[in-house]
């Protein structure tokens, strides 16, 4: 497969969104719905959500494929060559907001962007990569997490692991806060070395090792008991969630920029959260503790 092949990579992400639900809604006990629509601009998605469930409170995972005719800013202003260049966008995102504050949250995706212009070689490249959120953090979570994470991306390289961890920890982070996300993972985007084959079997490699890491997590930790403080500071948490989302995330730009359809845009945002002015953790409790020994970057593997 030298030549790019679409048809192949939305086949691949069709079931990757069949197989991530079914896994999902197998631990919860309840059903994703779906909502299918269409793009006025061009193409269309597949929606599920799942609200008030028994393990998850909220959680989506979203199918699109967009074409159109001119990029948005969010997409030439990194590469202004593409400026007037139809495209192609699809992928598969998720976020996975649970019911219990021990259960972190978990964002996936992975997309192929292709544009194009008569007389021209196309331009493509695979992105995606996947990043945990904890509110209580559990070093032999985040250690499973990364250690999942690097033996998808084994196969391709001995740099791909370090390099995507890295990129990821750099992208997951709010300015504003001086904090990370969470605990990172993989983030990459305009990867096409190797040729489209290569490229294209990265991107499945890490898209088939997202419940891998997710799961086993989501088992050991969903019946944990909590109470009202944990649940308060879970969406404390949940505001920094919804900061980057809005404010710095790539995908969110691009798809609210292209006349993306908003419902599933945003999506990925928590049915609950809490801002409270200057809230400091108290010192040496376990809220503290996610400060001092999960966010700050380090290596997990």
């Keep these: 497969m030298s030549q790019v092949d679409i048809q192949a990579v939305k086949t691949y992400l069709l079931q990757l969104q069949e197989n991530i639900c079914a896994a999902l809604s197998a631990v919860d006990g309840d059903q994703f719905r779906q909502d299918s629509w269409e793009r006025p601009g061009g193409g269309g998605g597949r929606t599920r959500v799942l609200e008030d469930g028994g393990v998850i409170e909220k959680g989506g995972v979203n199918f699109s494929h967009v074409h159109g ?21 699809m992928g598969v995102s998720l976020v996975i907001h649970p019911r219990n504050p021990r259960v972190p949250t978990s964002h996936a995706n992975v997309r192929l962007f292709v544009a194009q212009k008569p007389d021209a070689e196309p331009v493509w490249w695979f992105g995606g990569g996947y990043d945990l959120t904890p509110y209580y953090g559990v070093e032999e979570d985040v250690v499973h997490w990364h250690r999942t994470a690097k033996n998808a991306c084994a196969p391709f390289g001995d740099d791909i692991y370090p390099r995507f961890k890295n990129w990821c920890d750099n992208y997951f982070y709010l300015p504003h806060r001086g904090e990370a996300r969470g605990v990172g993972g993989l983030f990459f985007d305009d990867f096409n070395q190797g040729g489209f084959s290569h490229a294209f079997g990265l991107m499945r490699a890490v898209g088939d090792s997202y419940l891998d890491a997710y799961l086993p997590i989501v088992q050991k930790r969903k019946d944990t008991p909590y109470g009202q403080r944990e649940r308060e500071f879970q969406l404390y948490r949940r505001g920094r969630y919804v900061e980057f989302n809005l404010v710095y995330d790539r995908g969110t730009l691009f798809g609210l920029q292209s006349g993306g359809r908003t419902e599933s ?20 409790s376990e809220e503290a503790r996610l400060y001092s020994d999960f966010l700050p970057r380090r290596d997990w593997v």
Aim: aromatic fraction near 10%; proline fraction near 15%.
């Design 265 to 284: 845009i945003l999506m990925s945002l928590p049915p609950l959260v809490r801002w409270q002015y200057d809230w400091q953790p108290q010192q040496n």
């Design 69 to 89: 005719d001119g990029l948005p800013p969010s997409a030439t202003a990194g590469r202004p060559e593409l400026a007037g260049r139809s495209y192609e966008a």
